[in-house]
C-alpha cells in the first residue's frame, strides 16, 4: 500500500539500535517533546515486556492517483507467551487500515505468536480491502503498454493460518491454508473512458487451498533481521469455484549481513540485506492470484498489478543505515520478471531503484517510507516493518 507521508515524525530518542548508528547518541541526551506526544501513542521506541502486549497506534494521512486523499491507522503490538526466553524475540501483531476520498478502504492484519521458546509458531494473516486497482492485461508486453492501462474497483477478502513446528535447529516444517475470495467492478480502459466486461476480463472467484511450508530461519528478528539466513518453500494446492484446481510454488531465499562484524568492513555502518523470491504457478490461475511485480514489497517504483504472469522470479539488495537514534536510511536495487513459462523469464529484465526513511516505533518496529523508481514510473510507500 503507497502513501505520502504527512505526519512529520522528526523525533529524538535514546534507544539504541542492533546495528551500530552512523552517529552515535548522547548519553545524557533528553528526550524531547516531540518523543513526549509519540510516547502517549505507545511509540516510545522500546517494547514493554509487562504488559500482556505493548500497543503503539499511529495515525497517518496520504495521497495516492488511485485512492486520493485519505486517512489511516497503524498499529504494532508486541508480546510474549508465558514460557517465552528474555532473549527471545517478541510475538507480533500488525495492523494497518486505511479509508480515502474516493472510497477506497481496506485493513491487513498480520499476527505471528511463538509458542514453547519459538519452537512452535502460529502466523495468521488476514486481508480485507474495497479499493481502486489496475489492470494491464498478463504478462510485460502488455504491460509496458500504457495504453493497456485499465482501472477497476478490486474487492479481496482473504485469510492465511499456518503453524509450524521445529523438527531440527533452526528447521520448520509447517501446514496452512489459504482461503482469498476476489471480485472487480467498474472495469474500464483509462485511454478511452470505455467500459469493459468484467466478468469476461476479471470474474469474481473463491479459492481455498492447503499449503505445505519448508522453512530454515536463523534470523535474530523476523520482522527486521540484523544477521542470519531465510530460506523457505512453499507448494499450495489450490480448489477455485472458477477455474477447478491450480497449484502454486513460492520461493525466498535471504540474507542479512552486519558490515561490522565482518573482517573486510569492520569499519563501515549498517548492513546488507538481499533477496532471491521466486512464484510459480500450475493450471487455471484466476487472475488475483497470478504472481504479479510491484507494490510495497516487491520491485518497488511499479505499481501493483502492471506486470503479472503464471511465473515470476526477482532480486534485490539493501544497504540499511541507521543514523541516528531512532532515524535510518536505505537505499535498494532490484531486478525481476514474469512470464508465462519459466524457461522464459530471462527474456526481458525489469530494474527499479530506490530510497527510503525508516523511523523506529517500538523494539526493531520501524515505520517505512520509501521512492520507488521503475522504467517507466515513480512511487511512494508508507509501511510498517521491512520489505523483506
Not at 20 to 39: A, G, H, N, R
Amino acid at each position: 500500500m503507497k502513501r505520502i507521508l504527512l505526519l512529520t515524525l522528526f523525533a529524538f530518542s535514546n534507544v539504541a539500535v542492533a546495528v551500530e548508528p552512523l552517529f552515535e547518541t548522547p548519553k545524557d541526551m533528553q528526550p524531547t517533546w516531540v518523543d513526549d506526544i509519540l510516547s502517549v501513542f505507545g511509540a516510545d521506541g522500546e517494547f514493554d515486556d509487562s504488559k500482556p502486549i505493548d500497543m503503539s497506534y499511529l495515525p497517518t494521512a496520504y495521497y495516492t492517483p488511485e485512492k486520493k486523499f485519505g486517512v489511516g491507522l497503524l498499529m504494532v503490538g508486541l508480546y510474549k507467551t508465558e514460557d517465552a526466553k528474555a532473549e527471545e524475540q517478541p510475538s507480533s501483531l500488525v495492523l494497518n487500515s486505511f479509508v480515502s476520498m474516493n472510497n477506497s478502504y481496506g485493513v491487513e492484519v498480520e499476527n505471528m505468536t511463538f509458542f514453547n521458546a519459538g519452537k512452535q509458531r502460529l502466523l495468521l494473516g488476514l486481508e480485507l480491502h474495497n479499493e481502486a486497482s489496475v489492470y494491464y492485461g498478463q504478462g510485460i508486453t502488455d504491460g509496458n503498454i500504457d495504453a493497456n492501462h485499465h482501472e477497476f474497483e478490486e474487492q479481496v477478502y482473504s485469510f492465511k493460518p499456518t503453524w509450524l513446528n521445529e523438527v531440527a535447529d533452526n528447521y520448520f516444517l509447517g501446514i496452512g491454508a489459504d482461503f482469498t475470495y476476489a471480485s472487480a467492478d467498474k472495469l474500464e480502459l483509462v485511454e478511452t473512458g470505455v467500459p469493459v466486461d468484467v466478468d469476461a476480463t476479471l470474474p469474481s472467484n473463491f479459492s481455498s487451498g492447503v499449503v505445505v511450508s519448508s522453512i530454515y530461519d536463523s534470523r535474530d528478528y523476523r520482522l527486521n533481521a540484523t544477521k542470519g539466513w531465510l530460506f523457505q518453500i512453499d507448494a499450495g494446492l489450490y480448489q477455485n469455484s472458477e477455474y477447478s484446481t491450480f497449484s502454486t510454488y513460492n520461493l525466498e531465499l535471504a540474507n542479512y549481513i552486519d558490515l561490522s562484524s565482518t573482517s573486510l568492513l569492520s569499519s563501515a555502518p549498517g548492513l546488507i540485506a538481499w533477496q532471491v523470491q521466486g512464484q510459480f504457478t500450475d493450471g487455471d490461475v484466476p487472475w488475483n492470484m497470478l504472481p504479479d511485480l510491484g507494490g510495497s514489497s516487491a520491485m518497488r517504483g511499479y505499481i501493483k498489478g502492471r506486470y503479472r504472469d503464471k511465473q515470476m522470479m526477482m532480486g534485490q539488495v539493501e544497504y540499511r543505515l541507521p543514523i541516528f537514534q531512532r532515524y535510518g536510511m536505505v537505499f535498494w536495487g532490484g531486478v525481476g520478471s514474469v512470464a508465462d513459462k519459466v524457461s522464459d523469464l530471462n527474456e526481458e529484465l525489469l530494474t527499479s531503484y530506490g530510497a527510503g526513511f525508516r523511523f523506529k516505533l517500538k523494539d526493531n518496529i520501524n515505520l517505512r517510507l520509501d521512492i520507488g523508481v521503475g522504467e517507466n514510473e515513480t512511487n511512494f510507500y508508507l509501511n510498517v516493518n521491512e520489505v523483506f
